[in-house]
DNA sequence: ATGACCGTTCCCAACGGA
């Protein structure tokens, strides 16, 4: 089964792009961020036509999240519980797949804007409310997936320009701390159990012509838990919709789960 | 050094994004 997490930056706009990648990507599961829109203006029946149900957790201006899913979503969990926050970043739902209940949590993490801001103490604080809520799940469900826009560089080689960058938003200590402890609950990188190009990104700055440069960050992750790493078959980020006119400044990220014989990650 | 591009909104200029 494969799954994917796209930041679409607005549903509204995306669309037709969504359904574009869908009919040349049918994933089992698509975690999406930042579909500014409210609830009860998802296009739930366009997504229908493509053979997808939807897990909502809308709202309208900014952020808002979705799981996209073939089979019926159970369990559904909306934003942090124990977290009162009017921001829509987090839905969690299971999926049915063929060794069981498989559990996803997608999210679209704070941005924070500058280090020392308000709204990064605000990031810190967030982050402090998922790690609990992840680590709650995992004593719940041993198959478990974390995706969606993380808004952090986890390491130097996910900035393509760590130096000059350095301390900045996405990069700072604190951020990749809180990074490495969600790690170190027992989830993995799956991008990173397997080789991958230098300068890898998911992430390109519409402006000073960012993605034809590919001056990048590495931000959207997909983590699996230590249970799933022995069916980990492939995990890449397909620039192609990054290409298309009128694109999200994202690219979605895409990583396939498999028999657990098929050892082929690193 | 600064801004740059995009999507949003009952202020269509100002904010948030990363």
Same mark, same amino acid.
């Given at each position: 089964?494969?799954?994917? !997490?796209?930041?679409?930056?607005?549903?509204?706009?995306?669309?037709? *792009?969504?359904? *574009?990648?869908?009919?040349?990507? %049918?994933?089992? #599961?698509?975690?999406?961020? /930042? @579909?500014?829109?409210?609830?009860?203006?998802? %296009?739930?029946?366009?997504?229908?036509?493509?053979?997808?149900?939807?897990?909502?957790?809308?709202?309208?201006?900014?952020?808002?999240?979705?799981?996209? =899913?073939? !089979?019926? &979503?159970? /369990?559904?969990? $909306?934003?942090?519980?124990?977290?009162? +926050?009017?921001?829509?970043?987090?839905?969690?739902?299971?999926?049915? !797949?063929?060794?069981?209940?498989?559990?996803?949590?997608?999210?679209?993490?704070?941005?924070?804007?500058?280090?020392?801001?308000?709204?990064? &103490?605000?990031?810190?604080?967030?982050?402090?409310?998922?790690?609990?809520?992840?680590?709650?799940?995992?004593?719940?469900?041993? =198959?478990?997936?974390?995706?969606?826009?993380?808004?952090?560089?986890?390491?130097?080689?996910?900035?393509? +320009?760590?130096?000059?960058?350095?301390?900045?938003? =996405?990069?700072?200590?604190?951020?990749?701390?809180?990074?490495?402890?969600?790690?170190?609950?027992?989830?993995?990188?799956?991008? $990173?159990?397997?080789?991958?190009?230098?300068?890898?990104?998911?992430?390109?700055?519409?402006?000073?012509?960012?993605?034809?440069?590919?001056?990048? @960050?590495?931000?959207?992750?997909?983590? #699996?838990?230590?249970?799933?790493?022995?069916? @980990?078959?492939?995990?890449?980020?397909?620039?192609?919709? $990054?290409?298309?006119?009128?694109? !999200?400044? =994202?690219?979605? #990220?895409?990583?396939?789960?498999?028999?657990?014989?098929?050892?082929?990650?690193?």
């Amino acid at each position: 089964m494969t799954l994917a !997490s796209w930041n679409v930056n607005s549903l509204n706009v995306r669309l037709p *792009q969504v359904q *574009q990648w869908l009919q040349a990507n %049918p994933v089992d #599961v698509l975690g999406m961020q /930042e @579909l500014k829109l409210a609830d009860e203006r998802f %296009p739930h029946a366009q997504l229908q036509e493509s053979g997808y149900c939807a897990t909502v957790l809308g709202q309208p201006t900014y952020n808002g999240v979705a799981l996209l =899913h073939r !089979s019926p &979503a159970h /369990e559904v969990v $909306r934003n942090l519980p124990g977290l009162d +926050d009017p921001q829509s970043r987090v839905i969690s739902a299971s999926v049915d !797949s063929e060794w069981g209940r498989l559990r996803v949590i997608n999210a679209y993490f704070v941005n924070g804007q500058e280090p020392g801001s308000e709204k990064f &103490a605000y990031k810190m604080h967030w982050l402090a409310h998922l790690k609990q809520f992840v680590q709650e799940q995992l004593q719940q469900y041993e =198959h478990l997936v974390l995706m969606g826009d993380f808004n952090i560089t986890a390491q130097d080689c996910d900035s393509w +320009d760590p130096q000059g960058l350095r301390d900045t938003i =996405h990069h700072t200590q604190q951020e990749r701390q809180a990074f490495q402890d969600l790690l170190d609950m027992g989830l993995v990188d799956a991008f $990173r159990c397997f080789e991958q190009p230098e300068k890898s990104f998911s992430w390109w700055d519409y402006r000073m012509l960012g993605f034809q440069k590919n001056r990048g @960050l590495r931000i959207d992750y997909i983590l #699996v838990s230590t249970a799933l790493r022995p069916r @980990l078959q492939r995990c890449w980020i397909d620039r192609t919709p $990054r290409k298309w006119p009128k694109p !999200s400044d =994202h690219a979605p #990220v895409l990583v396939s789960l498999g028999d657990a014989k098929a050892q082929t990650a690193t």
